[in-house]
Nanobody, 122 residues
């Protein structure tokens, strides 16, 4: 499956952004999806994940209550709504897909989109 992320940009602290990830190549509703991020000089970290049906979601503690992951299998899309953004959310964000639900480790994901940059100014 091929993934294409979009929606990054520059935003002030407290603002909102919405990421979209478009999937193609295979039946996307066979896959669980996740969002990860990587800040300069840091390892890639888990942000959020969603099961193939959308019925289960998982979040990193650092984004819980501020970010919402969702998907629309009819459109082969996964979304990440980010509210109340903080400067520490600044990173390159990646969407990813895996056949196993609930995974939070990058190495466990099989397919990756290109990164999209988010910069949150204070």
């Amino acid at each position: 499956v091929q993934l294409q992320a979009s929606g990054g940009g520059l935003v002030q602290a407290g603002g909102s952004l919405r990421f979209s990830c478009a999937a193609s190549g295979r039946t996307f509703d066979n896959y669980n999806a996740g969002w990860f991020r990587q800040a300069p000089g840091k390892e890639r970290e888990f942000v959020a994940a969603i099961s193939w049906s959308g019925g289960s979601t998982y979040y990193a503690d650092s984004v819980k209550g501020r970010f919402t992951i969702s998907r629309n299998n009819a459109k082969n899309m996964v979304y990440l709504q980010m509210n109340s953004l903080k400067p520490e959310d600044t990173a390159v964000y990646y969407c990813a897909a895996t056949t196993i639900v609930g995974l939070t480790t990058p190495d466990e994901y099989d397919y990756w989109g290109q990164g999209t940059q988010v910069t949150v100014s204070s």
